[in-house]
């Protein structure tokens, strides 16, 4: 098997010839290389839009910025300066200060469809395929699709009393951010992207930040329209669904959704094993190597027995292994272990 076979029967629910890994679930800027995946060949590759031409003299700042300053990746600063967000205030962006639909203006939003975009894409999906990698692909937003992005515009305390006080407001916020990114799905739908990557956090290590019945009720059915209609661009799109925390009460519901696989799985958060009993192959899983403190401060051996340990307890099939936590200050030596012991023991 290639590794775009090999991906593609994994989050299916099969059982490749061994089994495939990543780095994370976007491309990865790690030891001096713009794309880490490429550095240690893994199985998959990431495709972006390009960022708005109007950003030219911000990506231009960007650049001059000393390597020693950490400020963040550059695609995260590219996004916030897009949507006009801040992070030390988000309530200071004009979506947090609408008192009700009757308020709402056009170009709150950002032009995230414009074609310029993304006029190269079904082009980059189609040099990678002949290599034989898998590729994915995730719609511009900002830090998730629904929740986060709708928070973050909002504030989040303003957001979570509005999910109580303000359904409709609410409602009217998520059906723009809805259309925004099922626009953008069937692009990376039609560009030949054989994962499609949605992600949210709605739970952080203890659990849910919101019922499962507020959930079902604002995000779960605006969620189905995404895949619904990424689903009808490209019938055998896989799609990928992230949340940070433990998020193991939605499970049942993504599945309903035709939510082929889960990440992160973080072996901190959630239970690899039991999930695998419960769902099977129907559900597959990205992820589960590692908490932050052994990515960042363990050893070689520990990466390779956590490795062998998750192949051991969840089985072969259904499963692409990668990190569950970001690699930001990993050292080379634990990700080169982990890349090697995928290799050795899947």
């Excluded at 995946?37 to 031409?53: H, K, N, Q, S, Y």
Aim: hydrophobic letters at 40%; aromatic letters at 10%.
């Amino acid at each position: 098997m290639d590794s775009l076979e090999r991906v593609r029967t994994a989050l299916s629910g099969g059982r490749p010839d061994r089994v495939p890994c990543a780095l994370g679930f976007f491309p990865q800027s790690l030891f001096g290389a713009a794309d880490a995946d490429e550095l240690f060949g893994t199985d998959v590759r990431f495709v972006e839009f390009d960022p708005p031409r109007e950003q030219g003299r911000f990506l231009a700042y960007l650049e001059t910025l000393p390597a020693d300053v950490h400020v963040g990746s550059q695609a995260q600063l590219r996004t916030y300066q897009e949507w006009g967000y801040h992070p030390a205030n988000g309530s200071t962006h004009p979506v947090g200060r609408l008192q009700s639909v009757a308020d709402w203006a056009r170009g709150l939003l950002p032009d995230l469809p414009d074609s310029r975009r993304y006029e190269g894409l079904a082009g980059r999906v189609g040099r990678l395929h002949d290599r034989g990698l898998a590729v994915a692909g995730s719609p511009p937003h900002l830090g998730g699709e629904l929740f986060e992005s709708a928070w973050r515009l909002r504030g989040f305390e303003r957001f979570m009393k509005d999910l109580v006080r303000e359904p409709e407001l609410v409602g009217y916020l998520l059906d723009q951010l809805t259309a925004l990114a099922t626009e953008n799905a069937i692009v990376l739908a039609r560009s030949g992207v054989d994962v499609l990557l949605l992600d949210d956090d709605v739970a952080y290590g203890g659990g849910l930040l919101i019922s499962p019945d507020t959930w079902r009720r604002f995000f779960k059915p605006r969620l189905a329209r995404i895949v619904e209609a990424a689903r009808e661009a490209a019938p055998d799109l896989l799609v990928f669904y992230h949340s940070d925390g433990d998020f193991t009460r939605l499970l049942p519901d993504l599945v309903e959704l035709g939510v082929n696989v889960v990440n992160p799985v973080a072996p901190d958060c959630m239970d690899a094993a039991a999930i695998r009993r419960t769902f099977g192959e129907r559900l597959a899983l990205w992820g589960t190597i590692g908490t932050a403190v052994t990515w960042d401060l363990g050893t070689p051996a520990q990466m390779r027995g956590e490795v062998g340990q998750r192949i051991q307890s969840v089985g072969k099939s259904g499963l692409l292994l990668s990190p569950a936590y970001d690699l930001d200050f990993a050292p080379r030596e634990n990700v080169a272990a982990f890349v090697q012991a995928v290799l050795e023991f899947g």
